[in-house]
């Protein structure tokens, strides 16, 4: 299973952008799925996560109302959409995947089977 994040990129605050992250390997419906960053100098935090047929959403709070998570099953992708972009977001953003059903812990790193390698945001002020 692999996980290919890409989309990021400078932006200047309050702009967008959208991350995409395709999966291969195996069947993109079995996985549960999760968006984390990690600044430097940080823990990785969680960000936002999705189920697998459902599509029910997660968004950490500091994210409301300006990201959104969603997914395509016929392209075996998940995006994250980021709209008023703050130097705040700045990070390295990683795709994570779960085998089968999202569980309450769906904030926790731990809850995922695989990982993308990352792509990175910076917001300039």
């Known amino acids: 299973v692999q996980l290919q994040a890409s989309g990021g990129g400078l932006v200047r605050a309050g702009g967008s952008l959208r991350l995409p992250c395709a999966i291969s390997g195996r069947t993109f419906a079995m996985y549960s799925m999760g968006w984390f960053r990690q600044a430097p100098g940080k823990e990785r935090e969680f960000v936002a996560a999705i189920t697998r047929t459902t599509g029910s959403t997660y968004l950490a709070d500091s994210v409301k109302g300006r990201f959104a998570i969603s997914r395509d099953n016929a392209k075996n992708t998940v995006y994250l959409q980021m709209n008023s972009l703050s130097p705040e977001d700045t990070a390295a953003y990683y795709c994570?995947?779960?085998?089968?059903?999202?569980?309450?812990?769906?904030?926790?790193?731990?809850?995922?089977?695989?990982w993308g390698q990352g792509t990175q945001v910076t917001v300039s002020s």
């Open positions: 994570a995947a779960k085998i089968g059903p999202l569980t309450s812990g769906y904030y926790d790193t731990r809850t995922y089977d695989y």
